[in-house]
């Protein structure tokens, strides 16, 4: 609302605009896409997913996180209602990231073209979003950086998808590993920079560990264990550390 | 439509709508400063809690696992790209499998 009354005193520099712009601003994030994108290709193969499957699912569901966690469940056998329940709970998250991005958003805009600004953001478009020194982004802005991660995404998918194919057996064999290889590339750049993360993931960790390893858990679902880790980790996080006090981030 | 479909239109339908409600009803509101700590650390305590312990058997050779996390863990405290560490890590186990007779 703010923003709404501070258009009529803006002028036009201060305000992101332009598909082209958009598209330039993007392709570091593109660049940043394409070798999780290709894991997400390797890992959906690794899974047992058709080509066309695994196509389908990053261009519909396109949120890296999640579908590495979706895939994950897969592979452990877990049943779709707790995949689509840690989806939910992954990608909350989101809410912080829309409600910051559409404050910032040229007053005015539709409905649709807000919504599908939002649909397409990411972590990484996000970021990028929210670091132009302009106050204001025209939509336009918002569809030329979105996309570019988009389409990059969708790509890279394929590429990992039919490079894996083209490898020897027992490197095939060996990728088990490949999952948790991402996961742990995924969280130990961020825990070193962090205590707080680090001490939230080491506790994910341990209590994930103690589930399984407890005989009364034993028959626990492996999903469901998964996810009460999660939650009380990210409550121990939110409890000992909470933001603004200890970390600015 | 396979399984698989199914399950990307459904992480779809739960994805979109924390992507695109907040556009209107949340507005210039802050979360709660718990719930906001809450969100921020979920991305962490569930990467914790898929890697460890799952990772031991991901192969099913305890020892092949272990070297293709260990591999993992030193190019990604090191900050390598996610590329050297997924191949790090799985060239770590092809390796040691090799050793183990997988």
């Known amino acids: ?160 998808f039919y490079g894996t194919s083209v490898l020897p057996q027992n490197v095939q064999d060996s990728m088990g590993i490949a999952l948790y290889a991402l996961f742990i590339g995924l969280l130990l750049p961020s825990v070193r920079e962090s205590r707080p993360a680090m001490i939230v993931a080491a506790t994910g960790m341990a209590l994930s560990a103690l589930i399984k390893w407890t005989p009364c858990f034993a028959d626990m679902n492996r999903g469901i264990a998964i996810m009460t880790a999660t939650g009380l980790a990210a409550l121990v996080g939110a409890v000992v550390f909470p933001l603004g006090k200890t970390e600015a981030r | 439509m396979t399984k698989i479909m199914i399950l990307s239109v459904l992480m779809m339908c739960v994805t979109a709508p924390s992507r695109i409600l907040p556009v209107f009803f949340l507005g210039e509101r802050k979360l709660p400063p718990f719930v906001e700590s809450l969100l921020h650390y979920i991305p962490y305590a569930v990467l914790g809690a898929l890697i460890f312990p799952d990772v031991l058997t991901a192969t099913g050779n305890i020892y092949s696992s272990a070297a293709g996390a260990v591999a993992a863990i030193i190019l990604g405290w090191y900050g390598r790209g996610i590329l050297v560490v997924l191949v790090g890590g799985i060239l770590a186990t092809y390796i040691t499998g090799h050793f183990f007779g997988m």
């Open chain 1, 1 to 160: 609302m703010d923003a709404a009354k501070e258009i009529t005193n803006v002028n036009e520099a201060h305000i992101a605009k332009g598909f082209a712009y958009g598209l330039r601003t993007g392709t570091p994030i593109a660049v940043g896409y394409i070798p999780s994108a290709v894991a997400c290709g390797i890992l959906c193969k690794t899974a047992g997913l058709t080509a066309f499957e695994s196509i389908f699912m990053s261009l519909i569901v396109f949120a890296g996180a999640s579908q590495f966690v979706a895939l994950n469940l897969l592979i452990i056998g877990s049943s779709m209602p707790e995949i689509v329940l840690a989806t939910a709970v992954l990608n909350m998250r989101h809410i912080m990231m829309s409600s910051s991005i559409a404050r910032r958003l040229v007053p005015g805009i539709g409905a649709l073209k807000k919504s599908w600004i939002c649909f397409e953001l990411t972590d990484e478009s996000f970021s990028i979003a929210s670091m132009q020194k302009e106050p204001l982004l025209a939509p336009e802005f918002m569809f030329g950086l979105n996309i570019v991660g988009h389409c990059t995404w969708v790509i890279g998918t394929a590429l990992g």
